[in-house]
């Protein structure tokens, strides 16, 4: 699997598409998120899904990630080379990131290589990642946050620990899992939720993004 990986990220076989994010309340476009997709020589397209376990595994996602971040730093010269507006684009980070000594300053070291504006830059995390070392991954949110780049807290709402996290993290997004958004339409319960999710997060300082409701 390493060889092949290796030699599908030299080959270019992996490319990300920017989903939008877009204000409720003026409709504009505010920003984007990067998915990974590999183009597989003889499998065809091949979704996250299908191939993110298998290299979460094989500890192979830390390569991934910043391949990714790379691909989305070069996107941002081009956008700015064609003098296109910038906005924030958040790129999703592995556990695997919580292990390594180094990881913001590798982080910092490809943003500034391109000189991407910090403020451009959102990693995201998954709920679940809060669930193995909660003071450690505070103090890495903190020192990230303290460079001027955005921190958003994906799934939020698909586990148990979500209000601790928001009690004992500084974050600056949360994604609500798209869960929260099924059947609103006869779920009158399930809309009071979310009506005081997003308050609350208000409260705190933090932006909401509803995922799935295109």
């Not at 003889?42 to 990714?68: A, C, W």
């Not at 003071?135 to 780049?149: A, D, E, I, N, P």
Request: with cysteine; glycine share 8%; proline share 3%.
């Amino acid at each position: 699997l390493e060889h092949v990986f290796n030699k599908a990220l030299s080959a270019g076989e992996f490319f990300i598409q920017i989903q939008p994010k877009y204000s409720f309340s003026t409709g504009s476009l505010i920003g984007g998120e990067a998915l990974v997709r590999w183009k597989h020589p003889t499998r065809g397209l091949l979704m996250p899904s299908q191939f993110i376990p298998l290299l979460e595994k094989h500890n192979l996602l830390i390569s991934l990630d910043m391949y990714v971040l790379k691909l989305v730093c070069k996107l941002f010269v081009q956008w700015k080379g064609e003098g296109k507006p910038l906005l924030p684009i958040s790129v999703n980070q592995s556990r695997a990131h919580l292990f390594v000594t180094d990881y913001e300053e590798s982080l910092v070291a490809l943003v500034d290589h391109y000189g991407i504006d910090h403020k451009l830059m959102e990693f995201e995390l998954t709920e679940t990642l809060f669930l193995h070392d909660l003071t450690h991954l505070s103090s890495v949110l903190k020192s990230l946050r303290s460079q001027g780049f955005l921190v958003s807290l994906d799934d939020f709402g698909s586990g148990y620990s979500s209000l601790t996290m928001l009690k004992d993290v500084q974050i600056d997004v949360i994604k609500m899992d798209q869960g929260f958004f099924t059947d609103l339409t006869t779920n009158e319960q399930g809309r009071v939720v979310i009506q005081h999710v997003i308050a609350m997060a208000k409260d705190l300082g933090i932006t909401s993004i509803a995922e799935g409701v295109e």
